[in-house]
């Protein structure tokens, strides 16, 4: 299966009641790229997925599936894979009839139907679960049917509508790793649209960050991490600290709680580090704070420390050591990881 | 175990009122199968008034089931795509319609049959065929169907299973017919069972627009209540029980199995 490119050129979306759900957004998704629209509830990433499948139509703009315009097509004829959020499998239809189903459209004969499909529930690990009812299924196994039957007629591109959203955490983390194998080894062309930040940095080889109908960032999954767009990225993607600059000294910055190193010219107003990069120090450090809360989390431990803020920072800390309630914390942290965002 | 005084007297209450209400139709039975209703019991059992009835009334029998069928068949085939249609518009308009196609079961089935008569009355072929009545049993039947089709359509989450089936290829058609369809099964069924027992048992519009070529079973059973005797016509009762309770019964099981495998 060889991938299609998705082209969105100046697509415009508003409802009813006149609430605009996407703004003359363009995008280009390569040809076997998984792309991942990540962002909160009602900032327009169903829409955009919706408007790619064909379910809506955009007031302006153009919609192509490679050289195609694919604009004014109905999702039947647009030849998309879709996985609904809680999967839509036909109750009335056992699992090969949910399979099939869009292979009868094809005019597939029995015999290369029963084979296709025979193939999918051998990809998706339900060999032997063709004649369960979808009643008698669980909800992994719901998602995996439903993934097969999005994939059995062999679609250009594969949309999927907060695929994992369902299940519940440990489920969760396992099928997201066999989604990502099995896109990967299908090398077809695919959006998927969450709202789990984890799961858009896990499957995605690109990110689109979207906040109100608009693009705020599209990127890698790293340097959407390391070099948000704007603090309203960074907010969502992963925690932060933000520091209110006070003043300029020479050595760096003044804030609460002490000063940090700084090589930049401009004093920013405020600067932002990942709780990840401040190390606990024995002694020295370029702040201290009161340590306020302490979460065991396994691998790594959440420190609360009170710098004197107005909130206190986050500290992921792997060391292990465990803290006395309201003990003196010294933090330090690398120049290098510091960064400034547009607001 | 002990039960209580309340209990009892419950229990003694309800059977009271279930004898209240079936001794008449079990007296209406028994009369129908008593050689003398006004000699009673001792003048014997016999068969001969339910010979009698068919000899005179197999056709009526015959015309209630051909109009149940066909009515159940009519209703069905306007009142499916109806229903979805109500389903999906569901604005000012589709609530005004669906209180509009209740009309004919608020208003007397007399007042409807007489605005039939006087629009299609003169049109002598079809007034005096049984399609006529067909056309008055639809009406009245027709939200019977409608109600219940609709109520399992908003529950099924009918539009993301549509949406499925069109991201696979499916057109309008292919889509109304192997999702909407199939999966209002059980409001279909249940708003058949419900037309089928209400065109058999009509006798309103029906008494209105019948001939004397086109008696139905409760016409007929009128006709016999005022001119025949009374063994003839509780005789007739008992076929139109012994016809529409296996129905029932049959319709009652079906639907049951298939609620049942809806909540599995």
């Known amino acids: 299966m060889t991938g299609t490119t998705i082209r969105l050129e100046g697509c415009r979306k508003a409802f009813s009641d006149g609430t605009v759900a996407v703004h003359d957004l363009n995008l280009t998704v390569e040809a076997g790229e998984t792309l991942a629209i990540l962002g909160p509830s009602g900032c327009g990433k169903t829409t955009t997925l919706r408007l790619i ?22 999702i039947e004829r647009r030849d998309v894979g879709m996985v609904f959020q809680n999967y839509a499998l036909f109750p009335n239809l056992d699992v090969a009839g949910n399979i099939v189903y869009g292979l009868k459209i094809r005019g597939l004969s029995p015999a290369e139907r029963n084979k296709r499909c025979s193939e999918l529930l051998e990809l998706v690990g339900l060999q032997d679960h063709g004649k369960r009812s979808i009643h008698e299924l669980s909800g992994g196994q719901r998602q ?30 396992r099928l997201r790793s066999e989604l990502d194998q099995l896109l990967r080894g299908l090398g077809i062309t695919s959006v998927f649209v969450t709202h789990d930040q984890g799961e858009a940095m896990a499957l995605g080889d690109r990110i689109l960050v979207m906040e109100r109908g608009r693009v705020a960032q599209l990127a890698s999954p790293r340097e959407i991490y390391q070099q948000p767009a704007n603090a309203f990225v960074a907010s969502f993607v992963g925690n932060l600290n933000a520091f209110p600059v006070i003043e300029r000294t020479s050595h760096g910055l003044k804030v609460s709680g002490g000063e940090l190193p700084w090589n930049g010219d401009n004093p920013p107003a405020i600067v932002y580090c990942r709780p990840e990069h401040l190390r606990v120090m024995d002694s020295q450090g370029h702040l201290r704070g009161c340590l306020v809360g302490q979460f065991f989390q396994g691998a790594q431990s959440r420190l609360l420390v009170d710098v004197g803020a107005a909130q206190p920072l986050l500290v992921d800390s792997t060391d292990g050591v465990i803290h006395a309630p309201g003990a003196l914390i010294a933090l330090a942290v690398e120049p290098q990881v510091l960064f400034t965002l547009q607001s | 175990m002990k039960r209580s005084t309340l209990f009892v007297g419950q229990l003694a209450f309800t059977l009271l009122v279930c004898a209240f209400m079936l001794v008449p139709v079990l007296m209406s039975l028994l009369a129908g199968l008593t050689r003398n209703y006004f000699q009673g019991i001792s003048s014997g059992l016999t068969f001969d008034w339910l010979v009698q009835v068919w000899q005179a009334y197999a056709p009526t029998v015959w015309l209630s089931l051909q109009l149940a069928a066909a009515c159940a068949l009519c209703v069905c085939v306007v009142g499916v795509p109806a229903a979805y249609a109500l389903v999906r518009m569901n604005n000012r308009f589709s609530r005004a319609f669906e209180e509009l196609m209740v009309l004919p079961v608020a208003m007397p089935g007399l007042a409807s049959a007489l605005a039939l008569l006087l629009t299609y009355g003169q049109f002598g072929g079809f007034r005096s065929s049984w399609l006529f009545i067909l056309v008055g049993h639809v009406l009245f039947t027709l939200p019977f169907l409608v109600r219940p089709v609709m109520a399992v359509m908003q529950r099924q989450h009918l539009p993301v299973l549509e949406e499925a089936a069109a991201s696979l290829g499916a057109g309008p058609f292919r889509r109304f017919f192997s999702v909407v369809v199939p999966n209002c099964q059980a409001g279909i069924l249940a708003g058949v069972l419900m037309v089928v027992t209400l065109s058999l048992g009509e006798f309103n519009l029906t008494w209105m627009l019948h001939t004397p070529l086109t008696k139905t079973l409760p016409v007929g059973l009128a006709d016999s209540y005022a001119s025949a005797r009374l063994e003839v016509a509780s005789a007739y009762t008992l076929i139109f029980l012994l016809m529409i309770v296996p129905l029932l019964i049959a319709l009652q099981a079906i639907s049951a199995r298939l609620s049942r495998g809806e909540k599995r």
Do not use: H, I, K, N
């Not at chain 1, 139509?57 to 050289?67: A, E, I, S, T, Y």
């Open chain 1, 53 to 74: 499948a064909g379910l809506e139509r955009p007031d302006v703009g153009q919609v192509f599936f490679g050289d195609s315009d694919v604009t004014r097509l109905p």
């Open chain 1, 144 to 173: 995996r049917v439903a993934l097969a039957r999005a994939l059995a007629p062999r679609p250009r591109v594969l949309l999927l509508d907060e695929p994992l959203a369902a299940l519940d955490a440990q489920l969760r983390e």
